[in-house]
Nanobody
Framework: QVQLVESGGGLVQAGDSLRLSCAAS????????TGWFRQAPGKEREFVAS???????KYVDSVKGRFTISRDNTKNTVYLQMNNLKPEDTADYYC?????????????????WGQGTQVTVSS
């Protein structure tokens, strides 16, 4: 069974940068759309960004221009570079894969999930 493991979270100040990594136990990223989601305390999990074959990316409006999703298929790893972090970016961040390669950004469209990594941005 494919597993996804996130890393790179931490406590930073507003304006700082972090790079999250999501490592897969197999070559799932070569055939699947991959996404990052986040869940803030007391809120529902929300879509942040996704990448599919051809390096086609999609972002939620609140992170456009600040976050960049990328992937390295040779390392079976997907990244989320987060710049100019804001306190409202504080959340648990989850990596997920959509083996059906759909287009929906709903949680239900992604069928493989990591355990998450915590990001805290202080003001």
């Amino acid at each position: 069974q494919v597993q996804l493991v996130e890393s790179g979270g931490g406590l930073v100040q507003a304006g700082d940068s972090l790079r999250l990594s999501c490592a897969a136990s197999g070559h799932i990223f070569t055939t699947s759309r991959t996404g990052w989601f986040r869940q803030a305390p007391g809120k529902e999990r929300e879509f942040v960004a996704s990448i599919r074959s051809g390096s086609i990316t999609k972002y939620v409006d609140s992170v456009k221009g600040r976050f960049t999703i990328s992937r390295d298929n040779t390392k079976n790893t997907v990244y989320l570079q987060m710049n100019n972090l804001k306190p409202e970016d504080t959340a648990d961040y989850y990596c997920a894969a959509d083996r059906a390669n759909g287009w929906s950004i709903s949680i239900e469209a992604f069928d493989v999930w990591g355990q998450g990594t915590q990001v805290t941005v202080s003001s």
